[in-house]
């Protein structure tokens, strides 16, 4: 069974970059697409991008210039990179795998990131 | 972007009664080619991840209890569970994956009255 794991900093500056790295276990980053979607307490969910495991990447144009994600196959690790942040990012962060055009079946439990001084 | 307009924000349904949830989306997601709908739905309870309900706007996920269906098309959807049960109280998402960016409904929280 896949099992994706959110990990990294709780708490991150404003201002500062936030980083986050979703590991895969039970199965291949191979063949697959791994998005990043976060959800702010309370609210909903948005999209932020994904990674296809030969490195091509789409983002939500909503973060397009602050983003990005990269994967390493050795590792079966996808990773965020988010600069800048702001109060606006604090939310729980989750990786989620998909088939070309298709669904997000699998998805990791979720990190909370706090921007907070 | 593709929008997608949930409806009601908040529903309260008797136990073994039928919960509607409506889904609108800004622009068509069927896809002519494969005649697919790239619609699914998504129940999240508190303090988990979303959890893939039906895909393709109408095909239940393995191990999905045959209470949930989905249906429509084009531009206009529904999740229907035809009894409600207690471990169903949660939110409910709409999502199109039709295009990039993927948006998701502003969600519709489903209590029990």
């Known amino acids: 069974q896949v099992q994706l794991q959110e990990s990294g900093p709780g708490l991150v500056k404003p201002s500062e970059t936030l980083s986050l790295t979703c590991t895969v276990s039970g199965g291949s980053i191979i063949n697959y697409y791994w998005s990043w979607i976060r959800q702010p307490p309370g609210k909903g969910l948005e999209w932020i991008g994904y990674?296809?495991?030969?490195?091509?990447?789409n983002y939500n144009p909503s973060l397009k210039s602050r983003v990005t994600i990269s994967v390493d196959t050795s590792k079966n690790q996808v990773s965020l990179k988010l600069p800048s942040v702001t109060a606006a990012d604090t939310a729980v962060y989750y990786c989620a795998r998909h088939e070309p055009g298709g669904n997000f079946h699998y998805w990791g439990q979720g990190t909370l990131v706090t921007v907070s001084s | 972007d593709i929008v997608m307009t949930q409806s009601p924000d908040s529903l309260a349904v008797s136990l073994g009664e039928r919960a509607t949830i409506n889904c609108k989306s800004s622009?068509?997601?069927?896809?002519?080619?494969?005649?697919?709908?790239?619609l699914s739905w998504f129940q999240q309870k508190p303090g988990q991840p979303p959890k893939l309900l039906i895909s393709w706007s109408s095909t239940r996920e393995s191990g999905v209890p045959d209470r949930f269906s989905g249906s429509g098309s084009a531009t206009d959807f529904t999740l229907t569970i035809s009894s409600l049960q207690a471990e169903d109280v949660a939110v409910y998402y709409c999502h199109q994956y039709y295009t990039n960016p993927r948006t998701f409904g502003q969600g519709t929280k489903l209590e029990i009255k």
């Open positions: 990674i296809y495991y030969s490195g091509t990447t």
């Open positions: 622009q068509s997601v069927l896809y002519s080619s494969n005649n697919k709908n790239y």
